[in-house]
C-alpha cells in the first residue's frame, strides 16, 4: 500500500475500537430540590416527573372523548336553565335559557359529531367500552358503498366478469 505507512496505524484506521460510552450516573434524591431528575419514568426508584403526569393528563383532557362528555355537561346545565325559566317563568329566566340552550345544544352536537367522526355510533359506542367492533364498521362501510352504487351505479361495472354482475 503505502511506503512509509505505519501498519498498525492502517488496521486502526480500517477497524477504528469502539469509544467507550462515558458513564454517567444521575443521583436522584427525590428530597433534595437542586438534585438532578431522570427523564421519563422510573418506577423501581418510584420517581416520576410531573411534567410527564401532565402531558398525559393534558392529552387525555383534549382527547374526543373528553370533549364529548364536556358537551354532554353543557347540555345538561342548558337543559337545567330551560327547566328553571319553564319552573319560574320570569323574563330573565326565559331570556337566559333563550341564550344558552342553543349555544349547549350546538357544543354538544360539534362534539358529538367529532367523537363520532365518520363511524356509525354503535362502533364508536362499543370500542368506548372495550369491545371489539370491527363487524360493526365492515357493514357499515358496506351499507355506504351499496347506497353510493344504487345512487350513481358501479364504476367498475365494466371491468368485473360476467358472472359477478
Do not use: C
Amino acid at each position: 500500500m503505502l511506503p512509509d505507512a505505519d501498519p498498525d496505524q492502517v488496521s486502526r484506521a480500517i477497524r477504528p475500537e469502539p469509544e467507550p460510552e462515558p458513564q454517567t450516573t444521575l443521583e436522584v434524591d427525590p428530597d433534595n430540590p437542586d438534585a438532578e431528575w431522570l427523564l421519563g419514568d422510573d418506577p423501581e426508584a418510584e420517581v416520576t416527573r410531573i411534567a410527564d403526569r401532565r402531558s398525559v393528563i393534558k392529552r387525555r383532557a383534549r382527547s374526543e372523548g373528553a370533549q364529548f362528555v364536556y358537551g354532554l355537561l353543557v347540555l345538561a346545565g342548558s337543559l337545567g336553565a330551560v327547566a328553571l325559566a319553564a319552573t319560574i317563568r320570569t323574563w330573565p329566566f326565559i331570556a337566559v335559557a333563550a341564550v344558552v340552550f342553543p349555544l349547549g345544544m350546538l357544543w354538544f352536537r360539534k362534539s358529538w359529531r367529532r367523537w363520532l367522526g365518520s363511524a356509525p355510533y354503535t362502533y364508536r359506542l362499543l370500542t368506548s367500552l372495550g369491545e371489539d367492533a370491527e363487524n360493526v364498521l365492515v357493514a357499515h362501510e358496506t351499507k355506504k358503498r351499496d347506497k353510493y352504487v344504487k345512487q350513481i351505479g358501479d364504476l367498475y361495472e365494466h371491468t368485473r366478469p360476467k358472472d359477478e354482475r
